[in-house]
């Protein structure tokens, strides 16, 4: 088992920035690929970024492809998702999962998944 806790969201204007933090605990870390997802109330989960297991390559949503930045900290057991240039149309839940095998864009291929925190971006 892992056990994902996302911290570090908020209310912010549009423009600002944010960092998000995912800790884990339970099994290796390291060992897995890491992604943020997000949804938004009313929509489906959406795909926001995924870093491979030793960090060396990350994936972008389009949306989000040169404002947000996939970090991860195996020491510290941690993944980060650092949010630049927010956008009203940011606001959503953002969720952190882990996956053994895949780096992907499907919510299913992921095995763990944290509670998630909220990031809300006015006007």
């Known amino acids: 088992q892992v056990q994902l806790v996302e911290s570090g969201g908020g209310l912010v204007q549009a423009g600002a920035s944010l960092r998000l933090s995912c800790a884990a605990s339970?099994?290796?870390?390291?060992?897995?690929?890491a992604a943020w997802f997000r949804q938004a109330p009313g929509k489906e989960r959406e795909f926001v970024a995924v870093?491979?297991?030793?960090?060396?390559?990350?994936y972008y949503a389009d949306s989000v492809k040169g404002r947000f930045t996939i970090s991860r900290d195996n020491a510290k057991n941690t993944v980060y998702l650092q949010m630049n240039s927010l956008k009203p149309e940011d606001t959503a839940v953002y969720l952190c999962?882990?996956?053994?095998?895949?780096?992907?864009?499907?919510?299913?291929?992921?095995?763990?998944w944290g509670q998630g925190t909220q990031v809300t971006v006015s006007i």
């Open positions: 999962a882990a996956a053994r095998y895949y780096t992907s864009n499907i919510t299913t291929d992921y095995d763990y």
């Open positions: 339970g099994r290796t870390f390291s060992d897995y690929n």
């Open positions: 870093i491979t297991w030793s960090g060396s390559n990350t």
